[in-house]
């Protein structure tokens, strides 16, 4: 199971410092009710990528995704094709970026976060784990590695939930701020806030190739032997 944590890591820690869910988290804590919204979002999160990573694993596990011990060739060209694809994204995140004193982007539906309910807020967190692109890519590719290990179905569940820990710390970081420190939190968030919103499309960008890069080298390295 220690291979299958050490392969994971890469695509759980890009799913965990992805600025986007971490802006809307905070975001949601600087309304009126952000000690609810709060936490019914990391909730919502963690259902939402356990869920989309365990359909993976599921998908994977029956298409024998292990030969002997070996990954399957099927999943080096997966890992081609999803390293393809955090290139092309990362990419378009580069050029997205704010140049000189241009003001950050943030999508429209991100003002109205302080008029959402406790539904609301869970619902934005699955969606934001398991239905954004970028981390739903991530996700294929942290279940994808977990399953070329061909361990046993218990060791890969225990792995699936190391792989959800780790991709809700940036998400849950905020909450334990704001918890934490009540009121003082505010000044944190904010800056918090202010820091993620203008470097977004840096962050990914850089999060992205990294990953896209180590997918498809590993994805060559696979197809060569």
Do not use: K, W, Y
């Given at each position: 199971?220690?291979?299958?944590?050490?392969?994971?890591?890469?695509?759980?820690v890009g799913v965990a410092i992805s600025p986007l869910p971490i802006l809307a988290v905070v975001l949601m804590l600087v309304t009126p009710r952000g000690g609810t919204n709060g936490p019914a979002f990391i909730v919502g999160w963690v259902v939402g990528?356990?869920?989309?990573?365990?359909?993976?694993?599921?998908?994977a596990s029956g298409a024998e995704a292990s030969d002997e011990g070996q990954p399957a060739d099927w999943l080096a060209w997966l890992k081609l094709?999803?390293?393809?694809?955090?290139?092309l994204l990362s990419l378009r995140q580069w050029r997205r970026r704010p140049h000189g004193d241009e003001e950050p982007v943030t999508p429209k539906w991100m003002g109205a976060l302080?008029?959402?309910?406790?539904i609301k807020a869970a619902t934005?967190?699955?969606v934001l784990s398991a239905l954004n692109p970028k981390n739903l890519l991530l996700i294929v590719a942290g279940a994808a590695a977990i399953?070329?290990?061909?361990?046993?179905?218990?060791e890969q569940a225990v792995a699936m939930?190391?792989?959800?820990?780790?991709a809700s710390l940036g998400v849950a970081a905020p909450v334990v701020i704001y918890i934490a420190l009540g009121d003082r939190s505010r000044e944190i968030l904010d800056s918090l806030k202010t820091w993620m919103a203008t470097n977004n499309a840096v962050i990914m960008a850089v999060l992205l190739l990294v990953i896209g890069v180590k997918l498809v080298g590993d994805a060559i390295a696979g197809l060569s032997t």
């Open positions: 199971m220690g291979e299958a944590i050490g392969e994971l890591l890469p695509a759980a990528a356990a869920a989309a990573g365990t359909l993976v694993l599921v998908l094709v999803l390293g393809v694809l955090l290139i302080d008029g959402f309910t406790t934005a967190g699955v399953a070329q290990t061909g361990i046993s179905v218990g939930l190391v792989f959800t820990l780790i």
